[in-house]
C-alpha cells in the first residue's frame, strides 16, 4: 500500500534506496493526475524519528539527481515531499504495531459482507494481520495488502502521543498574555456592520 500503481511502483524502486542511503523510509509514494503529473513522496527518518521540514528537502534534493538521469514521467511533473503528518497513513506491515491503542480508519481492496469502510481501535498487528476492535465491538483483522487505505484518526490521544515523542511542532501559548502586544483595529468591522464605504 505503499504504492498502488505498476508506476508507483517503478518510481518506489528509484527512491527507495537513495531515502535509505540518507537515514530515511518512504512512507506512501502516489502519481496524481492531471495536465501536470504530481509526485507526492511522504518520507520520515528510519525507525519512525522526530522528521522535520528540513529534513524532506534533503530527501528532495537528494532524489533529483536520480529523478532527472531516469526520467520515470514522461512530461513535466511536480515533486512534493512531505511527512506523514500525526494522522498518517498506515502503509507498511509493523505500522499498525507502532500505534496500538489508537484509532483508524480503513478501507478494504474488497468489501467483507458488502462493507469496504471500518473505523476501530488498533490492538495488535501480527503475522495474520492488523487487529481492529471495530466500533460494534467486533474485531477486523486485516493484511496490508488487503486494504486500499488506512490512516490513524486525529485524537487527544493521538496528539498526546506525537507531542511525547517529538513529533509536534511548537505551538503557540494559549493564553491572553502571548495576545497582549496585539492591538486590534476595530474600525474595519464596524464598517462592514453599518455598510459604510470609505
Known sequence: MIVLTEQERRLLSLVQPVAEGIGMEIVRLRVQGGRRPHLQIMAERAGGAPTDVEDCARLSRALSP???AADPISEAYTLEVSTPGIDRPLTRPGDFARWI???VKIELARPIDGRRRFTGVITGEDQDGA???LDDETELVAGIHEMSRA???LTDELIEAARAAGN?????EDDEESLADFEIDESEDEDEETGDVQ
Open 66 to 68: 536520480t529523478l532527472d
Open 101 to 103: 491503542g489508537h484509532a
Open 131 to 133: 487487529h481492529i476492535e
Open 151 to 153: 490512516s490513524l484518526v
Open 168 to 172: 509536534l511542532p511548537p505551538q503557540p
